[in-house]
């Protein structure tokens, strides 16, 4: 099945900002993409408008259950001007999940996959090339019936936006620069039963307590320990965490706390490829101690959509920091962040058969 979406284009279209001086997330394009549903009539009247405010009643249950999902892509120019996005599929696959858990209703692949398609290259002219920059893609679902009783709603928005992105380091040419993370021991981000493993809105506010905690010793970001024993590690801020001891690769298992991440699927395909040794495993936080005191833990990256990988260079415990390997960026990290980028942007060979062209 194919789709095509009525377009309306904005007629004062605004100026496209610096790509010197891009943050994450401050620019919108000219143009979303919005569809409705309804129960009995299902998705309907997809179409591309102007960027613009939304137009919703106080009593929208999305301000108050939080029936609310989003998505997170990257469209890429090349070097020879084409566009590409990485692996949609994947984060179509992943809506259908956080949309069941939420309650919420299914979009098809080939509907996710064709209205990104649709707005991209609508907004081709958008999409910076400068090394490090990007367009960010956000999806994201909502409950939009005005109505109070704790249920699943009849009526929700499927949106879509996009945002010129500088490179998410400061460091030059939006190269890898090592971080410091806390090892958060109080705040839990998910239980199983729970709903970690979709990417439904209310995660991240109930993160932002352990986020400021974190700020507030310094570091840029937590690493989760499970709910139940705050001993096994589980994922870094809104990514996916890999620990290098000796010649083992370890992320934590998808057991229902882990968002699965498509970067995270991406580096463990590689890793396999490579004919390196990755486990997906339970790992706890005294292990990865025990292994940076005798010199075992080689390396700790966080893998995600923004920034691809980002080596972790300090972990932060309550009563004593780890520093990793020299405390610079790992030499794994370098080449999946090398090859992973690589890809996307087209200086690398899709030998995995991940890029998407638009
Ligand atoms: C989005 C997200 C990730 C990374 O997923 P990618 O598909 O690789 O961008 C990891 N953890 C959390 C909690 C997330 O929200």
Known sequence: MSYTFDIQRTLTPKEKPDPDTLK?????????????????KGWHNGRIVPYGPLNLEPAAA?????????????????????????????????VRTSNERMCMPDIEPE??????????????????????????????????????????????????????????????GGGLSPTSIYVEDEYVRAA?????????????????????????????????????????????????????????????????TILPGVTRASVIELLQKWGINVSERRLSIDDVAKAAHDGSLKEVFASG?????????????????LTIGDGGVGELALRLYDTLYGIQTGAVADEMDWVFEV
Not at 24 to 40: K, S, V, W
Not at 82 to 91: A, D, E
Not at 145 to 163: K, N, R, T, W
């Open 62 to 94: 999305v301000f108050h259950y939080g029936q609310s999902m989003f998505e997170g892509m990257k469209a890429y120019k090349t070097a020879d001007g084409k566009v590409q996005l990485f692996r949609p599929y994947m984060n179509a696959a992943r």
């Open 192 to 256: 199983v039963g729970g709903v970690g493993f979709a990417k439904v809105s209310g995660n991240y506010g109930g993160s932002l307590k352990a986020q400021a905690k974190a700020k507030e010793k310094g570091c840029e970001q937590v690493l989760w320990l499970d709910a139940v024993e705050h001993k096994y590690v589980e994922e870094i801020g809104t990514s996916n965490a890999f620990f290098v001891i000796n010649d083992e690769v370890i992320t934590a298992p998808l057991l229902g």
């Open 111 to 172: 509907l996710y996959v064709s209205a990104v398609r649709t707005l991209v290259d609508i907004e081709r002219d958008w999409i910076p090339d400068k090394a490090g920059t990007s367009l960010y893609i956000r999806p994201l679902v909502i409950a939009d019936e005005p109505f109070l009783g704790v249920q699943a709603a009849d009526h929700y928005l499927f949106i879509i936006m996009c945002s010129p992105v500088g490179p998410y380091y400061d460091t030059p």
């Open 305 to 321: 959509t923004a920034a691809v990988i980002s080596p972790v260079g300090k972990l932060m415990l309550s009563d004593t920091t």
């Open 24 to 40: 994450f997330g401050r620019a919108f394009t000219d143009h979303m993409f919005i569809m409705e549903y309804e129960t009995g």
